[in-house]
């Protein structure tokens, strides 16, 4: 591990030899610590086919471990501080393309046809925790071409993408997350395996979308509003958090002979409900 970013020696010498200041604003914290660099990898099942969808490589820490396991990778930077520091750090490979700009700005689709021949990416990332969401469901949603995702994310976040029915946990995000992709979080990670250590507790998980969601449901957009109403409220029952929402114009009466017929108690809140019952739930309703 010698010559590589990885290497906490190494990373203070490159960000001395550049003059870099940790952006707070762009959610900058490298990763310094080999397990957990040996775990992503391992985690995200890159082999000499594929093409990566680096999104912030910072300095190149991980990008020099992409590089040498992936055939392809296209890494993605906003600041613009940090590309001559790539220029230098990834300089032993020639497997590697950087782009200046924000990856939510960032066509998927149009970048697959250009960098990949319109084959799907594995995305790989340390991702800056204050847009970790709108990354993530921007992805799921749009119906980019990624085969997975494995991301580091803020602890709290990985158990609330991968949580079930029941828990504190379970919400809007569970469900949409589980919706397009199969979360399985691989490992945590303490503040010290970065540099500067973040405020919080971090984890690795591994998004594998599907190729078909794993419910079907009349009315997709539907489903997701019932699903934010159920959980914007969470102490209330599904009955007044759905009827009380003011984007949706659907009657108690509805609601109540809906749960009926799928055999709910009309107490029932929404952090129960499994995705299948919110399909269900939705289809009757939007009848
Ligand atoms: N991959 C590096 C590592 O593991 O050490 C850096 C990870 S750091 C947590 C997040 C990186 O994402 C930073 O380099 C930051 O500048 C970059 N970034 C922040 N917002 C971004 C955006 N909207 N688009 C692309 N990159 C972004």
Known sequence: MDGYLVNPKNTIEILKKYDIHFQKKFG??????????????????????????????????????????????????????????????????????????????????ELSETYNNGKPFKVVANLPYYITTPIIMGILENDAPVDSLTVMVQKEVAERMQAGPGGKDYGALSLAVQYYSEPYLAANVPPNCFMPRPGVGSAVITLKKYAEPPVKVNNKKLMFDIIKASFQQRRKTLINSISNYSGLNIQKESVVSALSEMNLSAQVRGEVLTLEQFAELSDKLGK
Request: hydrophobic share 40%; with cysteine.
């Open 28 to 109: 900058q914290n490298f990763l310094i610590d080999n397990h957990v660099m040996d775990k992503i990898i391992r985690t995200a099942d890159i082999n000499n086919d594929d093409c990566v969808l680096e999104i912030g490589p910072g300095i190149g820490t991980m990008t020099q471990f992409l590089c040498e396991n992936a055939g392809q990778v296209l890494a993605v930077e906003i600041d613009n501080n940090l590309i001559p520091v790539l220029k230098d750090t990834l300089s032993a490979y020639d497997n590697v393309k950087v782009i200046n700009g924000d990856i939510l700005k960032q066509d998927i689709r």
